[in-house]
């Protein structure tokens, strides 16, 4: 894979953004596959307002946003109202994420898939100040660290290339979590899922889990059972290959 942008793509261009877009979008063409079949990656001809790319063969919708530098915790999404609208919509996009660095050379480039988009993940930010052009805009971030690491996909990480076979085996292992069509169930997984990265060890017991009981609470005060819902989604998550049951309370990671 060449990490390398094609810099002079955008001479005709007087707009920085602009040059940037048709730079970004021209090396994804060429050098990415869809992560759910591996197909050739299209972009749409006429700015479909949904999606940047798509793939022929499986229908999937990508769109993309890219940065200079390291992509930290947050992103930038665009308005809040549009941004919660899009994800709660049926025609919402997966997210292809870039990171390049100031010699236009690819450092990371990763994708997320639409079935770890709820609204929880994204951050309302302040309205601009009555003096900015925009006055009263309101803003959004993607909060990374409310995605599960099995939702973050990576092709290139830290300039390394991933392989092909590992991106789409990867994006195969979570699948499931499309046929889920309620919020608060989609939450609720996605905040074990989030438990089981916490503890950043391939094996972990119930134990481990329930110390996250407290912090489960406050994000779910409505539910009086915390310790039976972690149970309970942590054998939907064994049901789905997602974890093994080893026994005696003992789990492990696929």
């Not at 730079?23 to 869809?34: D, M």
Request: with cysteine; proline share 3%; charged share 25%.
């Amino acid at each position: 894979m060449n990490l390398s942008l094609n810099k002079n793509l955008g001479n005709k261009y007087s707009n920085q953004s602009q040059k940037i877009r048709v730079i970004t979008e021209n090396w994804v063409l060429n050098q990415i596959y869809c992560p759910s079949c591996g197909g050739i990656i299209t972009n749409y001809v006429n700015n479909k307002p949904v999606a940047d790319f798509y793939c022929k063969k499986c229908v999937e919708d990508f769109e993309l946003k890219s940065k200079k530098g390291k992509i930290g915790k947050t992103v930038p999404a665009g308005a809040y109202s549009k941004m919660i609208e899009r994800i709660n919509s049926s025609t919402k996009p997966n997210f292809f994420f870039m990171g390049y660095l100031g010699t236009l050379c690819v450092n990371n480039f990763f994708v997320i898939p639409k079935h770890f988009f709820i609204s929880e993940i994204i951050e309302k930010r302040k309205p601009l100040s009555n003096n900015a052009r925009r006055a009263g805009w309101v803003g959004s971030n993607i909060i990374f660290s409310k995605i599960p690491k099995a939702g973050q996909i990576f092709y290139i990480e830290n300039g390394k290339e991933i392989s092909k076979e590992e991106v789409l085996e990867k994006w195969q292992k979570t699948v499931f979590l499309k046929k889920i069509k309620r919020v608060d169930a989609k939450g609720w997984i996605l905040d074990i899922m989030n438990c089981i990265d916490a503890l950043n060890k391939n094996e972990f017991t119930l134990v481990d889990i329930y110390k996250f009981e407290s912090e489960l609470k406050n994000i779910h005060p409505e539910n009086k059972h915390i310790k039976d819902k972690i149970r309970q989604q942590l054998q939907f998550l064994r049901d789905k290959n997602y974890i093994d049951f080893v026994g005696s309370g003992k789990y492990k990671l696929k």
